[in-house]
C-alpha cells in the first residue's frame, strides 16, 4: 500500500531507499539521480578515504602508547568524512564533532594540529579561520546551532557561504538538532545537516534512539528537504552532499541528510563495544566497507591502476610517519595560555592568579 | 520610546531629560545599529511588537528586518545562532524575554559562549550581548521575576553586568556592545520605567568598573542593578539614624572592580551587600568573601547580607516581604555591632 | 503532482486537509473518519463551551477592576480547551499551559482555586491530583516532557492512564517538545500532545516559527501518527483526542495533533495586538467560531432547543457570578508559605528567615 | 563492582572490604532498587553498558528493563520524564553522563525540579536523584571536568550532596534516594576507583549532616567531594609544619550544616575553604561569607579560599596547575596570619 501526498510534502520526503551509486560489491547501481561524480573525483575520494583511514588507525594506536588522551574512531565512515569534505567549496564551512578528525583533517587542517584536544594539549589547536573549519565539538547537537548562524551570517552579509554540519544519530535527539532544523527552515538558511547514522550512541542502538521510520524523515516537519543516503558509498554522499550545497548557495535553503553507516571500532578506545553488540553486525559491515567498494568500481573501470593504488598506500604511510614523528614528543605547554585567553584582557583577578602560579613554579624549581 | 528615539539624532549624545530605563536602553540599541553594520538585535518579539518592555520599540521600522528580527521561540537556538553569526563576524545583541527563559540556552551559554575564546587561543571571539531581564517587584506571576545572576557570575568567561539607572544603562549596554567578550546584560525590570534627567553618553566609567553613587563614611551598601534605588534610600533614611551611609553600585559583576570597592569598605569598615536573589549561594557571597579576605583587619563587624530568602520567588502578593526593603537594610546596619565599635585603629 | 510513500510513514502522515465534521456554517462536512460524536457528548461540548467563554470573558474583565494580575485569554480556542478535556477519562491526566484556564475548568478544578495563579495569590492553587491536571505551565514546552514521563511511569506501573499535554504553536519550537515526541515514540508512551496552532505566538506569527507545511507534519520524524484537525470544530477535536487516548489505552502509543485554531483575544490582557495583526484576519476567524458552529448545527438537527439554550446561558452566567463574587475579596495569605514547602522539613537557615519576617511583621503592626 | 555486587546479599549492608566508590555506589543503587519497587534508574548508556564509569554494571540485568534503562541522548527529556515519573509515584535516580552534558537539562532541574513542592504548597513532591559524576583529575577532554555545583547550591528547593569516601557514597546516595526533597548527587569523578576497607551501611550522619573527617586544633579546612582526599593529604603534611589540622567534609552542600562547621571554625580560629570548581562566584564564597557572619570575631585571620583558578577547566597536560594541591593548600594556611596570633580572647 502507498498513500499519496501532497507535492509541498512530497518535495521534502527522503526516498524510501538510501541513495547509492555505487553497490557494495563495487558494481554501478542503477540510480542516475544524482548522477555519477567525476572519475577525477572518484579517485580523490579514494585517496581521502584511504590516507583517512591510515591516520584514523594511526591515532588509535597512538592512544595504546599514551601520545593521544582518547580517541574516536570513524573508521568505517570514511564516505561520509571525505565524500561530504570534499564537496565544500573554500568559501564554505565545516562544523565537526570530535568523531570527525578525519573529516577535519581532509579540509587541510595540520594533523598535530587537529589533534591537539585529544593529546589533552589545547582545547582546539587550530584557527578555525584558517580552513574555515569550526572547533571540533563535544557537546552533542550545540554545533548545529552554530552552523544555522554562520550561515544565516553570510545570508545577511551577502556571502556565498554554507555551513556542513556534522551529527551523530544520537545527537538528533537532543533538542538543539530540531531547533536548528526549524530555524535553518525558517530563515532558508544555507546549511547542510548531514546525520552520520553509525547505529549506535555509545551502547545505545538506534531502536532505542527514536521510533523513526528513518532519521531523514525529520525534515519535513521543519520545512526542509531530506535526503536517506547509503553513507558508505562515497561518491552518493558526495553527489548528495554537493547538491545540496549548490543549492544551499542558489538561495534553495537548507537540507537535512541522513548517511547509513557503521561504527566499526568501540565508542573510543576506552569504549567495550563487547558489552553491546554482536561481531556478527560488526562482520556484516565490514562486507560494506567504503573503501573496498570504491576501489574495486575504480579498478574495475580502469580508473585506479596498481601503480596509482601503491602511490596513494605510500602517501598515508608517509602520512602516518609523519604524524608518528611530530607526536613522538610532548609539545611545549605554556600555563600562562591557562590565562591568556578567558577575556580579551585578562581582569586583575586573573593577572594575580597567574603570579601566584608563578611563584609556585619557580619556588618548586628552586625547592626540586 | 519612539520618541526619545525619535528626537536623538543618530549615534549623538546630547541631553534627553527626563528619560526612562526602556528609553536609554532603546536608544543604546539604536545608536549601536546606526553606528556598527555588524550589529544585530534579536530575538522574541523584538521585531514589529518592540519586545514585552518595548526596549526594542522601533528598530525594526528604523533598521529593516536584516538588522532587528523575531525568531523562532526557542531560547538556545538564539544563543546558538548568535554565536555562529558572531563567528562569521556579526556583533548579536540578543534578548531573552524573562530570566526564566534564559535557562533553556544554559548550555550553549556556558559550554559555547563563555569558553569559545578560551578554547581557540582567542582566534574565535564572540562579541555577543545577551540581554536579560531580570529581579522582580513588577507583580508578575511564577517564572517572570528570577534573579539568575549567580549562574552567570559563576561562568568564568562571561563579563555581568547591570545598570542602576537610565543614564548608566545607555552607557553599559553600549560598552557592552562594543566589548570583544560576550556580556550578560542584566536589566533590572523594575526600574525600566524609573526616569532620569541626563544626557546619555557612552563616556564615563568604563564597562568593568563600580562606581561611589554616594559618598559617606560609617558604612558601605554595595549593590547593583534593581536594588541600587533601595540602597540610596536607605542611605537618605539612614541619616535620620545618624549614619552616614556610603552606596557603591557594582555595575560589573563580572570580573569585580576590587579596587573600588575595597577602598570604600576600608574607609568605612562597615559593609552590608543587598541583592534581591536568595542570599545562599548568591552573588553576595563572592562580595563578602572577597572583601573580607581584602579588607579584614579593617572591619569593625562581619559584612552582612540583605538579599531574597532562601526560596523560590514568591508570587506577587507576596514579593514584597522576599524584596530588600529599606527597613531591612537599616536593621542589618544596625546589627554592624556600632556599641563595640573601638574609635582606635582605623584606617 | 503527488508522491507515493511507503506504508511505515503513511500511516504516520496526517492528512492533507484538516478533519473537519461540522463547517463553519454549522452544516455537517461529508467526512465520518472519524464519526461524529454522539448527540450527547455535541451537547456537552456546546455547554462546556459556552459556560467557559463566559468564565474567560470573566477573568478578562477581572484584569480590568485588578481581581486578577493577569490572564491569557483562550477566547475562540474552546473547541479544543472543551473537546479534548471531555475526551479524557477520570483516570487520565491534564498538562495544560498557562493558557488552558478553560481546559483547566472543564476537568472539574475549582475557578478559583485555578485562578490562584493569575491572581497573585500562589503559584499553583489546587492539588493536581485530585482532578489529574498539573500545574499550568509556563515554562514553554517542559510539561510534554512532564506528560511523557508520567506516561511512561503509569505504563511501568500496569496502570490504565493517559497523559494529555496541552502546547501552543510556538512552544513546538522550543527543544523539549522534539525531545517530547521523540522519547515518546521510542517507549510508546500513552500521550497525547494537542498543539494548538493559534497562529500566534505573542506577537510572532507562524510563518517565522516555522517553515513546516503544517505542525502534524512534524510526527512522522519520531514516529508518531499525527492528526491535522479543525481546531474550531468541538466534535472533531473531541472525536481525534477521543481515537488518540483509545488507541494510547490500548498499548497504540502516543499520538501528535495539531488542532488548527485562532486566538482571538490579545495574548494576554497587558499585550497589544494592534501592533502587529489585522482586525480583518481576526473577523475572519470570528466567522469560523466554534461555539456559533456547533450551536447552529445543534439547533438545526433540533438537539438544542430554546429552554435547552437558555439553561446553558442561565449556567453560564451563574457561574460568571459565583466567580465575580468569590473573587471580590482578597484570600488571606499566609507568609509561612513562602518558607513551608520549599523542602519536605525547613532547614533551620529558613527557619531562622521566617522568624526575621516575623519579627518584622510584629515591628511593623507595633509601630505602625 | 559486578563483584561487588554478588557478593553482597540483597538489602543486607555486611562488610565488603576493600571497595571502590563506584562500587559502593553500585551497591547503593542495587540495594536501593531491591529495597524499593518504586525506584527506576535510567540515563544514557546506563543499562547494557553500566554507565561509562560502570556505576550501574550489573544493574539492568539484575533488575530488569523496566527498572533500570537506557534513553535517547537528552538530558532535558530525562530529567523532564523524571518529573513526570515522580509525580506518578515512582523514585527516579537519573544518570547525567558527565555534568557538562546535565547543562541542557538546567530549565527543567531549576523550574520545576527545585520549584514543583513549593508551587503546589507541598502536593508534588519530586523524590528524584540526580547523579551527576563531576570535577576532574581524571585526563578528561573538554567539558569533562566540570564542577558545578554553584549553580545547583545557588538554586533553592534542591538538595546538593557530594560523597568525599566510598563508605559516604553508599550512605548518602542511599539516603538520596529515599529522601523526598529532589537531590543532586555529585559523584567526584577521580575519587571513582579510590579504594576503602569499610562496611557499607546507611546509618550514620543523616543527608544533611556535615562530618569532621580529622580532629585539629590550629586551623579547619573545609571540603567535599573530590578534595577531601587532598584536605586529608594537606593535614598530615601539615603536621610537618607544626599546624594541626582539622578537616571537615561538607557532604550536604545545600542546606549547609552551620552547627557542626560553626563549631569547628570558632574552635580553631582559622580556616580554609577547599574546592575545585573557580573560586569566583564558587561555593566556597558562601562558606566563606556565612562562617565569616556566624564566627566574625573567633576569627584570628581571614578565612581563605583555595579554588580552581577562575578560568574554564584546562586541558589534561594542564589541570595539575588548576586543582587544588597539598602544597597550595599549605601556602594558604601560611598566609593565615600565624605571626600576628593574639594568645589572648581565643575561644
Ligand atoms: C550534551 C551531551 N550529552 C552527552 C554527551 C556524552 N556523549 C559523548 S558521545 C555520546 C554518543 C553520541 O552518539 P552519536 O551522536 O550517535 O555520535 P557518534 O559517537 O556515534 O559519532 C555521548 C552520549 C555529550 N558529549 N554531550
Ligand atoms: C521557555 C519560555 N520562553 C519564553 C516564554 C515567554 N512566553 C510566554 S507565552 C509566549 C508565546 C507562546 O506562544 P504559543 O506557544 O503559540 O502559545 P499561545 O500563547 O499562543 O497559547 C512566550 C514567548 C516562556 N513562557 N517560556
Ligand atoms: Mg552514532
Ligand atoms: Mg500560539
Known amino acids: ?368 | 520610546m519612539t520618541g526619545v528615539l525619535e528626537r536623538r539624532a543618530e549615534g549623538s549624545a546630547g541631553p534627553t531629560p527626563p528619560v526612562t530605563m526602556a528609553g536609554a536602553l532603546n536608544a543604546a540599541l539604536a545608536d549601536s545599529l546606526a553606528a556598527d553594520d555588524r550589529v544585530v538585535v534579536f530575538g522574541e518579539d523584538v521585531g514589529v511588537l518592540g519586545g514585552v518592555f518595548r526596549v526594542t520599540d522601533g528598530l525594526a521600522r528604523r533598521f529593516g528586518e536584516n538588522r532587528v528580527f523575531d525568531t523562532p521561540l526557542a531560547e538556545s537556538a538564539i544563543v546558538g545562532t548568535a554565536i555562529g553569526m558572531a563567528m562569521n563576524g556579526l556583533v548579536p545583541v540578543v534578548e531573552m524575554q524573562f530570566d526564566a527563559f534564559a535557562y533553556p540556552a544554559f548550555e550553549q551559554v556556558v559550554s559555547h559562549l563563555a569558553k569559545m575564546r578560551n578554547r581557540t587561543r582567542g582566534s574565535v571571539q564572540l562579541p555577543i550581548v545577551i540581554r536579560i531581564p531580570y529581579g522582580g517587584g513588577i507583580g508578575g506571576v511564577e517564572h517572570h521575576s528570577d534573579s539568575s545572576e549567580a549562574y552567570y557570575t559563576a561562568t568564568p568567561g562571561l563579563r555581568v553586568v547591570t545598570p542602576g539607572t537610565p543614564a548608566d544603562a545607555y552607557r553599559l549596554l553600549r560598552q557592552a556592545i562594543s566589548c570583544p567578550d560576550p556580556v550578560v546584560f542584566l536589566e533590572p525590570k523594575r526600574r525600566y520605567w524609573a526616569k532620569e534627567t541626563t544626557s546619555l553618553s557612552v563616556d564615563g566609567p568604563g564597562i568593568d568598573r563600580a562606581v561611589i553613587r554616594r559618598s559617606g563614611r560609617d558604612v558601605t551598601l554595595i549593590t547593583y542593578g534593581g536594588t541600587v534605588a533601595t540602597a540610596l534610600d536607605t542611605a537618605e533614611a539612614a541619616g535620620g539614624e545618624g549614619w552616614d551611609v556610603e552606596v557603591v553600585d557594582l555595575r560589573s559583576l563580572a570580573p569585580f572592580d576590587d579596587a573600588t570597592v575595597t577602598e570604600s569598605v576600608r574607609r568605612t569598615g562597615r559593609a552590608v551587600v543587598v541583592h534581591e536573589a536568595p542570599s545562599f549561594g548568591g552573588y553576595g557571597a563572592e562580595v563578602v568573601a572577597r572583601l573580607t579576605e581584602q579588607c579584614f583587619h579593617h572591619l569593625e563587624a562581619p559584612i552582612l547580607r540583605v538579599a531574597g530568602f532562601d526560596i523560590p520567588y514568591p508570587p506577587p502578593k507576596l514579593e514584597q516581604h522576599h524584596l530588600p526593603s529599606v527597613d531591612r537594610i537599616l536593621d542589618a546596619i544596625a546589627r554592624l555591632q556600632w556599641d563595640d565599635r573601638p574609635e582606635v585603629g582605623r584606617a
Open chain 1, 1 to 368: 500500500m502507498t498513500t499519496a501526498v501532497p507535492p509541498a510534502v512530497a518535495g521534502l520526503l527522503p526516498t524510501a531507499n538510501p541513495v547509492g551509486l555505487i553497490a557494495p560489491d563495487g558494481t554501478r547501481t542503477g540510480c542516475d539521480d544524482p548522477s555519477l561524480p567525476d572519475v577525477d573525483i572518484l579517485r580523490e575520494l579514494y585517496r581521502g578515504m584511504v590516507v583517512g583511514r591510515r591516520l584514523d588507525a594511526q591515532c588509535t594506536a597512538l592512544t595504546k602508547q599514551g601520545r593521544l588522551a582518547v580517541y574516536p574512531s570513524s573508521r568505517g565512515q570514511e564516505a561520509c568524512e571525505v565524500g561530504a569534505v570534499l564537496a565544500l567549496r573554500d568559501q564554505d564551512w565545516l562544523f565537526p564533532t570530535y568523531r570527525d578528525s578525519v573529516a577535519v583533517l581532509q579540509r587541510g587542517v595540520d594533523p598535530v594540529e587537529a589533534l591537539s584536544l585529544l593529546r589533552g594539549d589545547w582545547h582546539c589547536g587550530y584557527d578555525p579561520y584558517r580552513h574555515r573549519v569550526a572547533p571540533q565539538c563535544t557537546p552533542l547537537a550545540t554545533n548545529a546551532l552554530h552552523a544555522v548562524g554562520l550561515a544565516c551570517a553570510a545570508v545577511l552579509k551577502g556571502e556565498d557561504t554554507v555551513a556542513l554540519v556534522l551529527l551523530g544519530d544520537g545527537a538528533t535527539s537532543e533538542g538543539d538538532t530540531s531547533e536548528a532544523l526549524n530555524v535553518a527552515g525558517v530563515r532558508r538558511a544555507p546549511v547542510v545537516f548531514l546525520v552520520q547514522n553509525n547505529g549506535y550512541a555509545i551502547s545505545v542502538p538506534l531502536a532505542k534512539q527514536t521510533a523513526a521510520p528513518a532519521l531523514a524523515y525529520r525534515g519535513v516537519g521543519y520545512g526542509l528537504p531530506s535526503v536517506l543516503v547509503d553513507g558508505n558509498d562515497a561518491a552518493a554522499v558526495h553527489a548528495v552532499v554537493r547538491a545540496a550545497v549548490d543549492r544551499a548557495a542558489t538561495g534553495g535553503g537548507p537540507t537535512l541528510i541522513e548517511a547509513l553507516t557503521y561504527r566499526v571500532e568501540p565508542h573510543t578506545n576506552a569504549d567495550d563495544a563487547g558489552r553491546y553488540r554482536d561481531e556478527a553486525e560488526v562482520a556484516y559491515w565490514l562486507q560494506r566497507d567504503p573503501i573496498v567498494r570504491l576501489g574495486a568500481y575504480l579498478r574495475t573501470t580502469g580508473a585506479l591502476d596498481p601503480a596509482a593504488q601503491a602511490a596513494i598506500e605510500a602517501e598515508a604511510e608517509a602520512a602516518a610517519a609523519d604524524l608518528r614523528a611530530r607526536t613522538a614528543e610532548d609539545a611545549p605547554l605554556d600555563v600562562d595560555d591557562l590565562f591568556a585567553f578567558v577575556y580579551a584582557d585578562a581582569p586583575p583577578t586573573l593577572l594575580a592568579q597567574r603570579a601566584l602560579l608563578h611563584a609556585e613554579l619557580a619556588d618548586g624549581e628552586a625547592g626540586g
